[in-house]
């Protein structure tokens, strides 16, 4: 592929070039050919400060790699926005970030591809703003000694065709903003015992909740689902409750009238879809820069809710899935409730704001003017 792009940017001369973690190559190649190269980071500036600078091996001595307790705390100089103890991890979040640091077949570690493309490209690119962020932003930009443009939080287009008939006649039949709706992203599959906690938990809640699952390509979805049910719960929940398993039109329904809570994975894209359609926030996050998103969002801009989880597995149990999911759609009086619904309705009407959408816009391109 290397030569093929360096002919393409021989004959195009573009001022700048776009790029990810997987084309760690690009940045040593563009800048032979004069072209200044702009890392795309698709994580939280949280995401990256916490994780993939250089001050973070540092820690490790003699060590390859970062240990367990190296990762349960952040790197020296880690800038502690709101918290008097600053963001810290679970063990069990700090043993999946491992991975990161982990080399496959020989080959580069996740660390190496995104430290190569930090260190060489002319700029960082990241979909946040200072708003959010401003610590970890500018951090990050001392770590690398370089400019880090900001974009804004993506906001997606209103979807396409309308919500199937039989998720518009469901949904239609509770009142305003009084649905649950949980899902974990295309890429997660529950344990047996997850899901059982999972749903035996918003069935506490009495509150009526959608759920739905991914299970492998492998296997037959329904069949899975069946079986990993609790007996008798989808009979027990009929007409509240309902478990899917496999593909929905996500955006339509959390955009529904009746949806008012979203539990989810805490993927970036996820929590942002979640304020915009005006849904509490409540976070069960799964693997690696989850766990930072879902910091940011119950941390630092207190706009919802993490589901409590044992430290040492991640366990989480029924009553937790209750309590966290009724802090923000029952106990809306109380604290730690009222205030999270308030900055929920803040950050969706920064969000939504049109104006300061198209100023991200107009401050990145007159960046970039400046750069070129």
């Not at 994780?51 to 240990?67: E, I, M, S, Y």
């Not at 591809?113 to 970890?136: F, H, N, Q, W």
């Not at 880090?148 to 065709?161: A, F, K, N, R, T």
């Not at 950050?347 to 400046?370: C, S």
Request: charged share 25%.
């Amino acid at each position: 592929m290397q030569p093929q792009i360096k002919t393409l940017l021989s004959q195009l001369k573009p001022h700048f070039v776009f790029f990810d973690f997987a084309q760690d190559w690009l940045p040593q190649l563009s800048s032979e050919l004069g072209i200044k190269t702009i890392f795309f980071s698709v994580f939280t500036a949280l995401s990256t400060a916490y994780v993939t600078v250089p001050v973070r091996l540092r820690l490790t001595g003699d060590k390859n790699t970062p240990t367990i307790e190296d990762m349960k705390i952040p790197p020296p100089g880690f800038p502690h926005a709101t918290s008097k103890t600053g963001t810290s991890l679970q063990t069990f979040q700090a043993r999946d970030l491992l991975y990161v640091f982990k080399s496959f077949h020989g080959g580069s570690s996740v660390d190496d591809r995104v430290l190569t493309c930090l260190k060489g490209c002319s700029a960082i690119l990241a979909k946040t703003c200072k708003d959010m962020e401003a610590p970890y932003i500018d951090f990050v930009k001392t770590q690398f000694d370089k400019p880090v443009l900001l974009c804004g939080p993506v906001i997606l287009e209103s979807p396409s065709g309308v919500l199937e008939d039989r998720w518009a006649t469901w949904l239609g039949q509770f009142p305003s903003k009084s649905v649950i709706f949980c899902s974990f992203g295309s890429e997660t599959f529950l344990k047996d015992d997850q899901i059982k906690e999972l749903v035996l938990g918003l069935e506490l809640t009495d509150l009526p909740f959608c759920v739905v699952l991914k299970f492998p390509a492998n296997v037959d979805s329904h069949v899975e689902l069946i079986r990993a049910l609790p007996e008798g719960f989808l009979e027990r929940v009929k007409g509240k409750g309902m478990v899917h398993a496999g593909w929905v039109q996500q955006q339509h329904i959390l955009a529904h009238n009746s949806v008012g809570c979203y539990l989810c994975h805490a993927g970036f894209s996820s929590v942002i879809e979640a304020l915009v359609n005006d849904c509490q926030l409540v976070m069960l996050s799964q693997k690696g820069d989850q766990f930072l998103n879902s910091k940011l969002m119950s941390e630092d801009l207190k706009a919802g809710v993490e589901v409590n989880r044992r430290d040492e597995d991640g366990h989480f149990g029924k009553e937790d899935i209750c309590m966290a999911t009724k802090t923000v759609m029952v106990e809306v009086e109380k604290e730690p409730g009222k205030t999270i619904r308030a900055n929920q309705k803040k950050w969706r009407e920064f969000l939504l704001n049109k104006e300061i959408q198209n100023k991200f816009v107009t401050d990145l391109v007159g960046d970039m003017k400046a750069m070129a």
